[in-house]
Each structure stands twice: as C-alpha cells, then as structure tokens.
C-alpha cells in the first residue's frame, strides 16, 4: 500500500534562518506531489505541484521554492524565513493525472520567532 | 476564483443527529471531492463525485451534486462523537493536475 511521511512534525525557527522540510511518498510511482499552506482555521492554499522529477508549478509568488530530486521526494525550501511564512504545511500525493483523491502527510507546524 | 465556499463555517449538533454541509463553485467542475481533517492532522478523502452523477453514498456519508446551480452538499447521518471533525470541498477541473479546496466546515458532536 502507499503510504507518505513528511517531518518533522513541529518546527520552531528564527526570522531569516533556512527552511527545509521533506516529503517522501511509497508504493507507488510517477504521483503527482503537493505542497499545501494551511493558515489557522483556513482553508488550504497550493503553493506548489510537481508532475514529474525537476517538474515545479508555482502557485503563488512568495518566499519559498520546491524541488523534486526522486520521484517519489517533494522538498520545501526558503533560503530566509520570514513571520508571514508561519502555518501548517501539508504534502500531498495523487495518481497521475490530478483528477484523482489526494492522500495527504500529517503534516508540519511551522512556527517564526 | 474557482474556490469551493462551503456552509455554515461552523455546525455543532447532537450526537445521533444529522449533519448537512455545503458547498458552492464558479466554474465547470470535472469532479467534486469531499475531505476530512482532525486537529492538527492532514486531510483524509472521504468521496468524489463526478459532474455526470448527481448522488453518490458511502456508509453514513451521502454526497449529492447540483451542477447546474454549481453546488455540492455532504450529509453525514446518525452522528457520532467522532465525526468531530473540519470538511472540505475540493473541484477538480478538466485538463488540470490540481484540486481547489473550500475554506471548511468545522462540525462539532455533542455527545
């Protein structure tokens, strides 16, 4: 069956450190791969998808980029954090072809100090 | 935008009772999914329904379709305390790799 992880769970950093959190999927090949922002009691907000290795869609302008090195590997990075970048981030997968139910990580607290 | 808006924000009920959500979109849809999420956890799929059906029943969970008044609405029969719980519609549109989601429903059972 497939399953996916991300972490770390909670994450607590300073204004203007680096940022890196991993998501890593298996049993299965070629998904589709997500990053969602969650703002407290909102909806989710897409900030990145990735059809394929090196494949990135940006959905919003801001302070963060992805990067898919595996197949099955969905990195968020931020080279300075800022305050506004605090939230509850989610990994997600799909099938290929993006019409399919998305399977969500337990996803990451980001807090900015 | 093709947000999914759903209503109410919030629904607190008795437990055994029934529990209706719903959700509105702008634009033509290819699918229309339902999730759930618990506090602090991420989001499970709970049903899709396809543009072509207009109802579709999993367990407790009865999900009908409405596409030409552009709305969705999830019933959740016979509630349990563990139905506590935020939804979230999210439409899918044709020739495109990505889902928009609502901005929830956050359900509380009273037990």
């Known amino acids: ?113 | 935008s093709q947000q999914g808006e759903e209503d109410p924000q919030a629904l607190s009920i008795q437990e055994g009772e029934n529990a209706t959500m719903n959700c509105s979109y702008k634009t033509s849809i290819n699918n229309l999914q339902w999730y759930r999420q618990n506090s602090g956890r991420g989001l499970v799929h709970l049903i899709l329904i396809r543009s072509n059906e207009r109802e579709k029943h999993s367990g407790r969970l009865r999900v009908t379709l409405d596409t030409s008044k552009k709305s969705s609405s999830l019933l959740i029969t016979a509630s349990r305390a563990a139905d506590t719980a935020s939804y979230f519609c999210a439409v899918s549109n044709f020739g495109n790799e990505k889902l928009t989601f609502g901005t929830g429903t956050r359900l509380t059972i009273i037990p």
């Open chain 1, 1 to 113: 069956s497939q399953t996916i992880h991300q972490w770390p769970a909670t994450l607590v950093q300073p204004v203007g450190s680096p940022l890196s959190l991993e998501c890593t999927v298996e049993g299965t090949s070629n998904p589709n791969l997500y990053w969602y922002r969650q703002a407290a009691g909102r909806g989710l907000q897409l900030l990145f998808y990735s059809v394929g290795i090196g494949q990135i869609s940006s959905e919003v302008p801001q302070n963060l980029s992805a990067s898919r090195p595996q197949d099955r590997q969905f990195i968020l990075s931020s080279k300075k954090l800022l305050l506004s970048d605090s939230g509850f981030y989610l990994c997600a997968w799909s099938p290929l072809g993006g019409r399919q139910p998305q399977h969500f990580g337990d996803g990451t607290r980001l807090s900015i100090l």
